[in-house]
């Protein structure tokens, strides 16, 4: 009897998650007539339907920025698309859920949904790019597009902010101010930007240059004499794009110039659009007025993307060359670049140029070659041929065995719900050191250490990492377990 009831309420929840995709399914459909396909794909992605009671739909949304963005600019025409296909609907609500993602079974694989249609883009050519001035300018690479840049958490503000600038230049977010490591994506979103910028409007006049290039042009028209040419070209554009900010630290002339070309251009409503290696407060040698002038608008960073988003973005860079290259090596690939996403696809060009010029299938022991004389101080982790499963490597599995061998704590409390000291500490350890030194991502972590969210696992790693610039002990057990599993 008890076994009927559990498969009858079982059948119930399934029916009632079925339900509820298809009436997000349906609403979606109904956004896609007024929003643009990219714009759903970055701000519905693992978005679900909660409940749909007394009226009230709530929806589940993934991040916590997500929140804001809703509420703004997807409340009320979700709720008219709710209303349409349910009348008894009234009012919309959302929550915020980290455990939210790919393998929810709730959440629609929007770019399966919304296939993108083969049809060329209007990208500009060269000659098709205004300059004004009489001075040359770096021309936009049209391969960068923001539908090709792969999204992640890592990147996915960033990539929703240049959309955004994209669309309304010169007016949300200006001026936006892009940070983070070298190779990570920046100039990618930049001339994306631009690209896209022209797309809406091919009549607009955009600038795209490095800050070494502006330095030189500055030098160069001071010794000239001729500085109006260098302000013509620079003041009178619709969107200025500057790649590499900090250069331009310790050179007084230069940045006098770039203030004075700031106010004109932010003055006027255009857009302006900024990277650096770090954010605007780091970069003490610029001027404090320039300073206060990036941090006026909106500033976002791109970090390097955890395994699972490096391996997606080779295969989405296979999927344009078209060509196919076996898991294995892909994989191979991602778990040993992990220094940036330009080192990353650079490898990737190296393995199918030698897959076009020898016409012979990638082997993980060819990609090993060409990683040990392109990327030096790579220390490789080897893989069984067309086995992705790394040697000398433990897997998550095999560090929880670890560590509750080390705490002589069965494997199974390690893992539960327990709240107990005894059980909180070898957890803890377990999530710093699955990221640390496993590189895992949050979401999969938490999965494997009893369905915990993403939030309980950032606290866990944090909290680990806050106390072992003080405690001791607890530095010689992770130096202890490391060296038990293998790590150093």
């Not at 005894?422 to 991502?441: D, F, G, H, W």
């Amino acid at each position: 009897m008890v076994i009927q009831f559990l498969d009858a309420f079982i059948l119930l929840t399934f029916l009632m998650t079925m339900n509820l995709k298809d009436l997000w399914t349906g609403i979606i459909n109904e956004l896609s007539n007024e929003t643009e396909r990219i714009k759903l794909i970055t701000w519905f992605k693992n978005t679900v339907i909660l409940s749909v009671e007394n009226g009230i739909i709530t929806v589940g949304l993934p991040l916590p920025f997500f929140l804001n963005w809703h509420s703004v600019h997807f409340a009320k025409m979700t709720l008219e698309a709710a209303k349409k296909l349910d009348p008894t609907i009234r009012q919309i609500a959302y929550e915020v859920d980290l455990t939210l993602g790919d393998s929810d079974p709730r959440a629609i694989d929007l770019a399966k949904h919304f296939p993108e249609k083969n049809l060329a883009r209007k990208v500009p050519k060269k000659n098709e790019v205004k300059f004004v001035g009489g001075v040359v300018s770096k021309i936009l690479n049209p391969q960068y597009t923001l539908e090709n840049f792969v999204i992640a958490p890592e990147n996915r503000l960033a990539h929703a902010a240049c959309l955004n600038v994209a669309k309304y230049p010169g007016q949300n977010y200006n001026p936006l101010f892009i940070y983070g490591g070298v190779g990570l994506g920046k100039t990618h979103l930049l001339q994306a930007t631009g690209n896209e910028i022209l797309r809406n409007d091919p009549g607009r006049v955009i600038v795209y240059i490095t800050t070494e290039t502006f330095v030189n042009e500055v030098v160069d028209s001071i010794q000239k004499r001729n500085m109006d040419r260098l302000r013509n070209k620079y003041r009178k554009v619709d969107t200025l794009i500057v790649d590499d900010i900090q250069f331009i630290a310790n050179k007084d002339r230069t940045q006098e110039e770039f203030f004075h070309t700031f106010n004109t251009l932010y003055d006027g409503g255009k857009q302006i659009i900024i990277s650096s290696d770090r954010p605007p407060h780091e970069l003490t040698l610029l001027n404090e007025r320039l300073v206060s002038r990036f941090e006026s608008g909106m500033i976002v960073d791109v970090k390097m993307p955890d395994y699972e988003t490096r391996l997606a973005i080779l295969q989405e860079r296979c999927r344009e060359a078209q060509v196919f290259i076996s898991p294995a090596v892909l994989e191979f690939i991602a778990f040993n670049i992990t220094r940036s996403v330009r080192a990353l696809q650079g490898v990737l060009k190296q393995v199918i140029a030698r897959y076009e010029w020898e016409h012979i299938a990638p082997t993980v022991k060819m990609v090993s070659e060409i990683i040990k004389h392109s990327q030096k101080e790579v220390k490789m982790v080897g893989f069984v041929e067309d086995d992705p499963t790394p040697r000398g490597v433990i897997t998550l599995e095999q560090l929880i065995d670890c560590v509750s061998e080390y705490y002589t704590i069965p494997k199974t409390e390690v893992v539960s719900d327990s709240r107990v000291r005894e059980c909180t500490v070898p957890r803890q350890i377990i999530m710093y050191l699955a990221k640390t030194k496993l590189n895992m991502s949050l979401a999969r972590i938490g999965e494997n250490l009893g369905k915990r969210n993403h939030t309980t696992v950032m606290h866990a790693i944090s909290r680990v990492a806050e106390k072992l610039k003080e405690d001791h002990q607890l530095m010689r057990d992770i130096n202890a377990i490391k060296r038990e599993a293998g790590m150093h």
